[in-house]
């Protein structure tokens, strides 16, 4: 630490007349060659014109070219998507896509899958300070006392955004609130910032204490799981059911009704053992495929691999299974739905642009049930390893 | 649901001969647009050869271009990653490469990051079943005294892995195991898997009772947050640290040490009534930015996200700020690090291959902790939204 | 298991013409001392008639004799609790009222503890069953809709209890839904229960689908720790709030602010990753000490010990320091609040009876930050085990 | 706030040459009477001289008398506890004892409930304080490789307490230690503060950095529910079974096994998105009746209430129930374990003093599945309101 730092790596170029050239990303990755020594030569071959960029990323250099492997048909029974899509799954992971294909056909052949969105709002959660908890309480009543005029500073900001409802939450001095939105077929967490902040300048306005506040208290909770977003939904809450019958599951998967709901038992307890963020198996390998297919914001997988299964064995030996997907973050329109490839997988599934979000949720319910029926009874025929070493042999 | 079902849609084809060419996934391609109109045209462009897919995707059909910006160079004091470093994030949000990049110079201006590595193993978690508690706890202290042979049987299946510790949970008459390896430089779900199911089968060979079991109890906790990752690591344990100065700070980030510490006591608080996987921002944002262009297994970011922050302000004014990933998986050798534009990404980090892991581990906390500094800072310094909205500008 | 079980014990004895006797009390401890020897000599010692104990408990044999210490004054600045006060704890941990007697002292010589209620509800929690998740869906607007009808189908059952909020939650084909009351002095668990039966009868009968339903799905949660009490608040929301100065603090608990606010930090991050209840330090102790004086149901001690602690080092080196309980569950009339001493532990407090409940909360509140302060101290000045060496001397 | 405040309240009168006689106890009575005006006639009542009472109570006024009922006989076939046991409850709630003797006819009728301890230890957990992460993960290693001298320091304090293992934890900075003691028949926490206090000492001393500690860094968890305890046990981790007949269960409680494993499906799917610290019915209320009763630490129930309910249907339509307590703090020896009716209490069990420890922790356990029997029954019967109605007469 005495001795003298070596002098900073130099910084790396920009074109300041329009950055969002070919040139410009040519520029860049010739600097991470001489810099590095990498070539850069794959991620330099993409298919669009760079133009197409500013909102999406900063600084560009190229595409990571992920696989896109195509599982299907899977028949689903949604309000939104209704009839028998073929999904497009962007992972590295081998036997990820065979397993969910198969889960795919398990479904389909019972008719197809149940999918319902129950719930669907985005949160920006400010947090204001007071003197004391008295003085915060006061606050609370009187933003529920304003809501009309709150809602309206938010949504003087967006022309899709409503805000629906605010929750509070009292900590020592400080009232916690947490502003849901109507975000239409955006994710909408920019959208609902700054509509958010627009209410929060309208209240440390006109509230008699002017009271300090920051955008985020935290309880949004943006980019990590959480017990709120469990209860309350954060995005899209959304289900899927199916109803299986031994006659069709057991040739396919090697499995009873009543075999998989002994094996849920035991999963169950060790998931609430955990701490679990999902009592479930593996939701995050589908919603991730679909999520890097199709244009969404891959980080949100935080917060959207959150699920709860709920089963039971029928009287007449049928075995009732869901998965409720608390906080499915999902867009159609805006963010990286518009891009090349991501636009083109949104299309096959026929939830481009707008008017496609519920759908797309509906269809990512319907997936990740798919991929907890054949994970589930794989683990519980014993093909789980065999399968994998099958098909992942490039591993060590 | 009285009426007939339309019939079934047509099945993906598949080469039988050699499913892995340019021609089969031309030829998927096609039936997608023959079934849905869309015609893949962008998703079809790929700059390598399939047959390096197997073990990575089935039915491929091209690729994802994920868009690829460039941040740095962040200064990295760690055992592994030693020096300045440029960093690839894949993503699509607008504002995230600029402020990570931002969050990077402060980091650097104060002569580094330091990473360090505390921990690192996979896990897969047998549950073995009894007829009551009493048995289940005589089989946990036989697994107990049995250690060394059960990791023979394990460690058999692998080059690499060594199993090191067996964690054992008690429910009812169930004894959930949890087999925590070394895994090298891969991530190693499936080579924990298979070398458990060896040592289970073992188990279940030698024990008297030759009890039931299945592989997985959930409590690994595969592709989901947990509670217990955040105890006891899944993956790599990794802590990033700064101390930073003021005299810096401010004129980067329009903040103080101080004000940042007040902000983080409100944050806190509301991870904690919010009963969230980390109390800190955005760690999924680089983390899963960093995963997709490096080829890692990104559904992990289920688990990788979680995280926890501690900071404290020293008696000169200074703000060591620590954030503790608990939970990061990730990988330079095995699953997507070797295709084409991720073995390029891995390469310009210098982590590709044998002997990468630990250092990108080391890379993934360091740009997580600049990811940190910055968001913290931009909504703590008001200028979160404009930046967005700056940045964001195709959004709604 | 295969030989013959040895035949059933003797049945406790009953006076089916008056239970509530002396002299049944007497027979059934003479029942006891025949079966197992033990004479409940101090047990049969109580001071008071049997005949008003119908409400409160079956089987009488006698009193559990706990002793009661006493703390204070305690100076409390609340809306309901206003001046200095004595506090009856009973327990029978050395060392207990000694260290909150030292707390109280802390706080009173500040001025008095500000101790605010913001919020205030009891819960019950029934399910209700359907088809599945759409019907399920439809069921919650209706019930939305007919709020009115459902609340006066609630509120029919009691003279005091008003329903205020029904939340709602979706989990596969199930609707939970959560009925919030305001429940006057009584905890109230059996009158929500009785309202709330009183409720799902006139929805079952009301609703077009008639469907079953459970008075608990287990989210109200009653007599357990959960995160939708830290949340949403179970019973009371209480606040306790003091700005400590070095001037006082440092020559009665021999630390700084600052040092507090140090090990503040390190407790909270430890209280994090063990996924603790409470990120303070001891709630439990003054709530039960309080509880067993004061006549509550001391089970409740699982959901009221739950708290969230929030401090900051103010600018001019004043430490600011709150602890929010979340779930305080409390009663002044009913229960138990009008049996012997229990009731002259309520009056000494000016709390009994109608009126009370919300001056108790605010005494809880104030009792448990004069806990916190002085554990916490001791735990930093290093007295924290001579302390307990000196009081707790009978121990091993 | 600007007005001078009133002058403090006069000090409690003590007694510096004997605290703990009837004449000081009865002089601090008077002194209450003559502050707030409440007699306190019946908590002067107590049947047991004061000069026992150091070591339990400081500042002694009397006593809480709280209403013990008698439940039972409840056939209990453990490893310590073995036979026909009359449960002492002590308890204001109404039904309370009615229903858990209820759920004791029922374990009893089948046989009896099996009880098993199949975990038992007791925690300390300071933190030690570092330069860096790298720093802090050394002196990890150098605490793993002193383990011999550590326990040594450690077991030099105290006859009983045996140090079995220390858990590790990193966080930025810091060390979390948990060190996990036998205790014998005391519940331990004094003893292990005292024992790790000596241990932290030597490390300080011997360690080359000499660190700074705090002797607690909120992990133990004292006093307050976690996960960390779910998972890794605090106190006694015990496990009561039974197997159910539809022969005998439906007479008794008119519900099937079936009926039972339905509704527990729900409520366990309700514990999980409440984040609920069990997923059973209400273990507190049968903890806290014997804990009063026994003269236990009672604010323990923070810790204790905590449980993992583990069900399945058999093939032959038996009910398998289990519920595993994970942290139940119990003694039998020290604290209030020796008071006059807790002693008494214990003795009718056979568990007072040394060696009744675990016989009391699966007396507790079968209490536990008893009540847990009784009520779940009783929501499903429809008869949970009915009986509150009729057994808890006195309420509004």
């Known amino acids: 630490m005495t001795q003298t730092p070596p002098p900073a790596a130099p910084k790396i170029p920009r074109d300041k007349a329009d950055d969002y050239t070919a040139e410009a990303a040519s520029a860049r990755r010739a600097f991470v060659q001489a810099q590095t020594g990498s070539a850069l030569e794959h991620v330099g071959q993409y298919s669009f ?106 949504e003087a900001t967006t022309r899709i955004g409503k805000l629906k409802v605010i929750g509070q939450y009292a900590v020592g001095n400080l009232r916690y609130l947490r502003f849901n939105y ?71 998967m090697g499995v009873t009704g009543q075999q998989l709901f002994h094996a849920r038992q035991i999963s169950q307890a060790g998931a609430f053992i955990a701490g679990s963020a999902n009592n479930a198996a593996h939701a995050a390998n589908g919603i ?3 999520f890097i297919a199709c244009g969404q914001d891959v980080a949100n997988v935080a917060e959207s691999h959150a699920a709860t299964t709920y089963c039971q064995l029928l009287d007449n030996g049928d075995y009732y299974w869901s998965i409720t997907l608390t906080s499915l973050i999902c867009a159609t329109y805006g963010g990286g739905t518009g891009l090349a490839t991501q636009r083109e997988c949104l299309e096959m599934l026929g939830c481009y642009g707008r008017g496609g979000a519920l759908k797309f949720a509906e269809i990512c319910a319907g997936v990740v049930l798919a991929g907890e029926t054949s994970l589930s009874s794989a683990i519980l025929a014993g093909d789980w390893v065999s399968s994998h070493d099958q098909l992942g042999r490039n591993r060590p």
């Open 49 to 154: 014109g760079p133009g197409v960029l500013p909102g999406n990323i900063e600084n560009f250099i190229g595409v990571a070219q992920v696989p896109i492997g195509l599982a299907g048909p899977l028949r689903i029974r949604g309000e939104h998507a209704n009839g028998d899509f073929y999904i497009p799954m962007a992972t590295t992971e081998g036997t990820l896509v065979a397993s969910y294909n198969r889960g795919m056909r398990l479904l389909s052949e019972h008719g197809g899958v149940k999918c319902t969105v129950v719930d669907d709002h985005m949160q920006r959660s400010p947090v204001f300070m007071f003197e004391d908890a008295l003085a915060a309480r006061g606050f609370g009543e009187w933003v529920s006392a304003h809501h009309a005029e709150i809602a309206a500073a938010a």
């Open 182 to 252: 109507a975000t239409g077929d955006a994710a909408g967490q920019n959208m609902v910032g700054k509509a958010t902040l627009a209410a929060c300048q309208w209240i440390q306005a006109n509230h008699p204490l002017h009271p300090n506040f920051l955008l985020s208290g935290n309880i949004d909770t943006d980019k990590k799981h959480s017990q709120i977003n469990t209860l309350n939904t954060r995005g899209k809450r959304v289900i899927a059911e199916i109803t299986l019958k031994d006659s069709i599951l057991k040739p396919l």
């Open 288 to 290: 991730t495929a679909l």
